[in-house]
């Protein structure tokens, strides 16, 4: 890269760093991006995979964001049908709850705060019901159902880091951000590829969008008089078997009156989530504790009719929220609100700092960052990514899609035609190219993962290890054995010459 000034360096792969590099990239700036671990490979692969507005936090009167996240909501479904799909949730209802005109009020909100929507409005249930009392306990007398979507997080942020190298961005990943200074008129940057000798670049601006390390990345900032802190909230999730077999999600209200959701998951599972917990260190996040699961099965198990056990999980993950510190004193009501600071030397050579966000809002999050940033370029081109799909998106009817490809592709079996639809939209036969027999698309691991398609991961979307495969650029791990998931890994190693 030598000492070539580029216009952007954005530190973190995760939504938020992706997000702001497509855009940017698309505005014509020259931007590159690094990641000291996988894309994806923290919070944005931590969540509970939910495209929502955000039903609770009404009650916090945090209608701001209420409105953007349901705003984003419509135009993230049209962006990426593949990877977000409409989800209805049931809340039933007991009389330990919120007052049933509260809950009503807030349903009537949610459905009318963003403007038009095109999902379908709430309702009010009375059980039981052909399709929504499923799993519940028959005592269980009535409720509302109400819509929001689920997203493949860890999909969204490959697919927009894969968009943002299409409009011309560099995407670095196991590369860490070590420092940066000002000096003549520019950042001097040191980076650190996790393979190979360190590197200096020269770029006229920085983002900071490095999560939960957000601060820590503050501290190798010279000069930086960024004061804002973030606090971060650990939330675990379970995956059960699944709890019902009709497509809605659940949103039960606990003792404590926090929420936990049970969200159909990967066909064959439920996943339950998630819990609040202060840490001061990512490293206290790392798995979920037996308090937390306790507290998970408590809560599914107070409406469900068949009550789980611990020895039901087959799954579980944890990490932290890095939400921006507004001095509240309980984690649950921490803002989940986004906050954007700049800092520049007499108007030049700006740093950029996200702090908190959701998934939902990356894209506006991502706008609004280069709103900040116009000042710094002369020539930066209008916003463009409410209407350009990502990688895959244009679909038209996801339905109609899916069906077609399997009637192109008959003799491969749904299971593996449906897995690599849902994963990549439009670019299916890109990976499936002529295949008739699954044998045409090299090895088959399992779970409907084939040899063509981790070579694809591999070369296309920045896989380099058998967790990237398995647990980000799909989630086939959930479904295969421990034989089967080792294989992939030998293949890793072996087959791609690359690192498992
Ligand atoms: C339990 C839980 C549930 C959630 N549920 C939802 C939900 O349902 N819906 C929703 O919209 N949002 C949800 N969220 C919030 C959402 O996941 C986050 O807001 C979002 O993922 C934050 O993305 P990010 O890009 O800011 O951070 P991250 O995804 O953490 O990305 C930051 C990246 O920076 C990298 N990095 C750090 N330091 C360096 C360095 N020195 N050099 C290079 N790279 C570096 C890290 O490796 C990391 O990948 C949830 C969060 C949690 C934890």
Redesign the pocket.
């Known amino acids: 890269m030598g000492t070539t000034v580029i216009d952007l360096l954005v530190?973190?792969?995760?939504?938020?760093?992706v997000g702001i590099a497509r855009d940017a990239a698309g505005r014509g700036l020259s931007v590159t991006l690094?990641?000291?671990?996988d894309?994806?490979?923290?919070?944005?692969s931590?969540?509970?995979?939910?495209?929502?507005g955000g039903l609770r936090y009404l009650e916090q009167y945090e209608f701001r964001l209420v409105r953007e996240a349901l705003q984003e909501r419509e135009v993230l479904l049209r962006l990426a049908p593949h990877i977000i799909r409409p989800l209805m949730f049931v809340l039933p209802y007991d009389a330990s709850m919120r007052p049933l005109w509260m809950i009503r009020a807030g349903l009537w909100l949610y459905d009318h705060i963003g403007g038009t929507i095109t999902l379908p409005r709430s309702k009010t249930l009375s059980f039981p019901h052909m399709e929504f009392s499923a799993g519940l306990r028959p005592d269980i007398r009535a409720g509302f159902v109400y819509s929001d979507c689920r997203v493949d997080?860890s999909r969204l942020?490959v697919l927009n880091a894969v968009s943002a190298r299409g409009k011309g961005a560099t995407i670095l990943t196991r590369?860490?951000?070590?420092g940066a200074r000002r000096e003549e008129g520019a950042w001097r940057v040191t980076l650190a590829p996790r393979s190979g000798a360190p590197m200096e670049v020269r770029a006229r601006a920085i983002v900071n969008?490095?999560?939960?390390?957000v601060v820590?990345?503050l501290g190798?900032i010279e000069g930086e008089r960024i004061r804002d802190r973030v606090r971060l909230v650990k939330?675990?999730?379970i995956i059960v078997p699944k709890v019902h077999s009709q497509g809605h999600a659940l949103i039960l209200q606990n003792t404590d009156k926090r929420v936990v959701f049970v969200i159909p998951y990967e066909h064959d599972f439920s996943l339950i989530?998630?819990t609040d917990v202060a840490v001061s260190r990512v490293e206290e996040a790392a798995r979920i504790t037996a308090e937390e699961t306790e507290y998970l099965l408590a809560a599914a198990n107070r409406f469900l009719a068949k009550p789980l056990r611990a020895a039901d999980i087959v799954h579980s993950y944890a990490?932290?929220?890095?939400l921006y510190d507004d001095g509240s004193d309980n984690p649950s009501e921490i803002t989940r609100d986004y906050v954007i600071k700049v800092d520049h030397d007499h108007k030049t050579v700006p740093l950029l700092t996200?702090f908190?966000?959701?998934?939902?809002?990356?894209r506006r999050l991502a706008e609004e960052a280069l709103e900040h940033l116009a000042p710094f370029f002369a020539n930066l081109k209008a916003p463009w990514t409410a209407t350009e799909e990502l990688p895959g998106g244009d679909v038209g009817h996801f339905n109609a899609y899916r069906d077609a490809m399997h009637s192109r592709y008959p003799g491969l079996g749904r299971e593996l035609v449906e897995g690599v639809v849902r994963r990549h939209g439009t670019r299916t036969p890109t990976i499936l190219g002529d295949a008739r027999r699954p044998e045409a698309l090299g090895r088959g691991f399992g779970a409907g993962l084939t040899q063509r398609e981790i070579e694809f991961l591999v070369t296309d979307e920045w896989a380099e290890t058998a967790e990237d495969v398995l647990w980000r650029r799909t989630k086939c791990g959930l479904h295969m054995t421990r034989e089967q998931a080792d294989a992939v890994a030998d293949f890793m190693k072996q087959g791609t010459g690359t690192a498992a």
């Not at 894309?39 to 944005?44: E, G, K, Q, R, V």
């Open positions: 530190i973190g792969g995760g939504i938020n760093g690094v990641e000291q671990g894309l994806a490979s923290a919070t944005s931590w969540s509970s995979k939910l495209i929502h997080d942020t590369t860490r951000f070590e969008a490095a999560g939960p390390w820590d990345v190798h939330g675990s999730h989530g998630t990490g932290v929220r890095p996200v908190g966000g959701k998934i939902t809002t990356y």
